[in-house]
């Protein structure tokens, strides 16, 4: 543009009648491609010029031009430095350098059922304040009224529901299974360290939302289920009357679901104490898979090196669960002579310990019931 002007303004003739040439023009003298290149890069870097005259011989078109090529610098300096650092400390690329374990499991636990997960943070530099929640995402389905051979069904479609974790950010532990005060022991976010690989685990209890209610719960086709025969054609349960003098029939336990009534209170507590009557694999599995229940993670933490919020976000099917395993160690200590056969990517390493990320998504064998975990604390498995 700088060499258009001095073409244009050639045929320029002074007040004498002499013709200006090309380099005189304005006293810009700018005679080809290259010195009008370099005048612009004077320009938008404002390192100087080398012109006899700073003013250009008081001519508008290099003053408006000038003018133009200033303001554009400083947008695209603006918007250069702006996209750069968003990109540098944009959340979403960081999220993806914290890594859940591809599949959970759920092992039984001295009679009691528990679901967990791994979470763990590739980098070595940590995440500030890393908490984590986890919602379940499911069916609802409530029975309105019953009818010969059934019962009609209101259902809601994907409900959300946040699951208690055990451990969670409570700093004074109660009972996690009280109905008066549900999960108090749990919490519904779980600060987690993660410089390390963590397990979070959430108690199946009567109140979680993985676990079928009691006594009865309905599935897509109305169908009853429960650990007793509360099949619609069925005369009784128990046979005949309870002590109350009510009838224990199956028309009685078309309720909403979860919510007992006397009768099945009485078959679920005969001695007058509550008897938890815990659902088989089986009968978790269909439940989960009848309510298309899927289980979504959330970890939110600050980025230390650029004080960026960051997410991450994961979800487990019942495709994704394994039953009676158990997560293989993957942290090990690191032993001054100790010969491991390893590869850069796989190992992290430090002076106490290593992390053995080609086993962070293994699984192992876990027993039926177990007495302990070591994921689990002993008070939280204490006898109730």
């Not at 397990?199 to 939302?209: A, C, T």
Request: hydrophobic share 35%; glycine share 8%.
């Amino acid at each position: 543009m700088y060499l258009t002007i001095n073409k244009v303004g050639s045929g320029y003739v002074d007040s004498e009648g002499v013709a200006v040439s090309d380099a005189k023009y304005c006293g810009m003298d700018i005679d080809n491609h290259m010195e009008a290149l370099y005048f612009s890069l004077s320009t938008m870097a404002t390192i100087g010029y080398g012109t006899s005259d700073y003013y250009f011989g008081d001519c508008w078109a290099p003053f408006i031009l000038v003018l133009l090529q200033v303001f554009s610098a400083i947008v695209f300096s603006s918007l250069a430095i702006g996209l750069l650092f968003q990109r540098m400390s944009r959340g979403q690329k960081r999220g993806r350098t914290i890594v859940f374990s591809d599949v959970a499991v759920i092992r039984k636990v001295r009679g009691r059922w528990y679901w967990m997960f791994r979470v763990a943070e590739l980098r070595k530099r940590h995440i500030i304040g890393a908490k984590i929640r986890v919602f379940c995402v499911r069916h609802e389905r409530c029975p309105v009224s019953s009818r010969h051979g059934g019962v009609d069904l209101e259902t809601a479609y994907f409900v959300s529901h946040p699951l208690f974790l055990l451990n969670g950010s409570r700093s004074t532990p109660t009972d996690c299974e009280s109905e008066e005060e549900p999960n108090s022991e749990c919490s519904l976010e779980q600060s987690i360290l993660m410089g390390l690989p963590h397990v979070v685990v959430h108690r199946m209890d009567s109140l979680s939302p993985l676990v079928p209610p009691r006594p009865v719960w309905y599935d897509e086709d109305g169908v009853p289920h429960g650990p007793f025969d509360v099949t619609p054609t069925s005369t009784t349960l128990t046979g005949g009357k309870n002590s109350t003098g009510e009838n224990t029939t199956a028309s009685n336990l078309v309720m909403e679901e979860g919510r007992l009534t006397s009768s099945s209170r009485l078959l679920l507590d005969p001695d007058n104490g509550r008897t938890e009557i815990l659902p088989t694999q089986e009968e978790v599995t269909h439940f989960l898979q009848d309510r298309q229940a899927e289980i979504i993670v959330f970890l939110e933490g600050t980025c230390e090196v650029t004080g960026m919020a960051l997410q991450a976000r994961h979800s487990y099917r019942i495709e994704d669960i394994a039953f009676h395993k158990t997560f293989a160690p993957c942290v090990f200590p690191a032993g001054p002579n100790e010969a491991r056969e390893d590869s850069r990517d796989s190992f992290h390493r430090n002076g106490a310990l290593e992390i053995d990320f080609s086993q962070y998504h293994s699984l192992v064998p876990a027993p039926f019931d177990s007495m302990s975990c070591p994921y689990i604390p002993s008070s939280s498995l204490r006898k109730r």
